[in-house]
Nanobody
Framework: QMQLVESGGGLVQAGGSLRLSCAAS????????LGWFRQAPGQERDFVAA????????YYADPVKGRFTISRDSAKNTVYLQMNSLKPEDTALYYC??????????????????WGQGTQVTVSS
């Protein structure tokens, strides 16, 4: 069983930055894809970014390309989401998820094996 614990959410003005963290435990991450999803009220849970742990290959959803960066720290078993140039439409509950295998470019919510509890990001205009 894998545990994922997110942190780093908060309230920020448009144009600002936040860094989300997701600490993983309970499983070796070598053959896992770690990803971030977000869900706004009344909306579906959408893919944001993913990274394959062992190689660092990353993939991003179009709305966040050029603004968000996903990375990982193997020593801390932690994946990060650096969010810059935030917009009000980025406001959502952000979830960390994991799936076994190389699935960076087709990681959808239905395929996730593990989920974190979520962290709220609110961007004011």
């Amino acid at each position: 069983q894998m545990q994922l614990v997110e942190s780093g959410g908060g309230l920020v003005q448009a144009g600002g930055s936040l860094r989300l963290s997701c600490a993983a435990s309970g499983r070796t991450l070598t053959f896992y894809t770690l990803g971030w999803f977000r869900q706004a009220p009344g909306q579906e849970r959408d893919f944001v970014a993913a990274i394959y742990w062992s190689t660092g290959n990353a993939y991003y959803a179009d709305p966040v390309k050029g603004r968000f960066t996903i990375s990982r720290d193997s020593a801390k078993n932690t994946v990060y989401l650096q969010m810059n140039s935030l917009k009000p439409e980025d406001t959502a509950l952000y979830y960390c998820a994991a799936v076994r295998g190389f699935k960076v470019n087709y990681f959808n919510p239905e395929s996730a094996d593990y989920w974190g509890q979520g962290t709220q990001v609110t961007v004011s205009s």
